[in-house]
Nanobody, 125 residues
């Protein structure tokens, strides 16, 4: 599956942004989907949010719980990350990824087989 994340940009602190990630292929609904981010001058991609194949289960990093919402539309082969109450520390390149392993691995980046190219979100304080 090929993934294409978009929607990044510059936003003021306290603002909102919604990132879509489109997927090619006909097996989108067989993948758990995740969002990760890599902060400036950091090497690691850190888990942000994940959603199970049918959308029944979601998981969030503590740092974004209550501010970010992950959702998916399997008819459109798209997963979304809606980000509200943005903070300067949310500045990062955001990546979507597809997991073919069991959902229990949703927060582990090394378990994901497919990655999008990333979209930059910059939050000005």
């Amino acid at each position: 599956v090929q993934l294409q994340a978009s929607g990044g940009g510059l936003v003021q602190a306290g603002g909102s942004l919604k990132l879509p990630c489109g997927a090619s292929g006909h097996t989108f609904d067989s993948f758990t989907m995740g969002w990760f981010r890599r902060a400036p001058e950091k090497d690691r991609r850190v888990f942000v949010a994940g959603i199970s194949e049918r959308g029944r289960n979601t998981k969030y990093a503590d740092s974004v719980e209550g501010r970010f919402t992950i959702s998916r539309d399997n008819d459109k082969n798209t997963v979304y990350l809606e980000m509200d109450s943005l903070k300067a520390e949310d500045t990062a390149v955001y990546y979507c990824a597809a997991l073919s392993e069991p959902y229990r691995w949703v927060a582990i980046p090394s378990k994901y087989a497919y990655w999008g190219q990333g979209t930059l979100v910059t939050v000005s304080s």
